[in-house]
């Protein structure tokens, strides 16, 4: 697992946060990882100081994101069939 942190008083914690957590998913992809986002541990860090002082969080920070790693254990071979979009490049 993989908890992110943020200072409280960044205006764009939560959107900083999202980003990096989106790059590990991508990197974990392309190097045979699966990801979970892990939503429960945020409610439950918010809730409970316990958690964040056990992952040893400073008072001045929060979870703001957290995901699961592993080796998956179904690989999906197909995807939705999708329309081909419409590229105009100027």
């Not at 974990?28 to 979970?36: K, Q, V």
């Amino acid at each position: 697992m993989i908890a992110v942190q943020g200072l409280r008083t960044n205006h764009n914690v939560h959107e900083n946060c999202a980003i990096a957590v989106r790059n590990m998913e991508m990197l974990a992809m392309s190097l045979g990882l699966g990801t979970c986002w892990a939503g429960f541990l945020l409610v439950a860090a918010g809730i409970s100081g316990k958690i964040a002082r056990r992952l040893g969080v400073p008072d001045d920070r929060n979870i703001y994101s957290a995901i699961m790693l592993g080796y998956p254990t179904h690989v999906y071979r197909k995807t939705v069939p999708r329309r081909q979009r419409e590229v105009r490049w100027l």
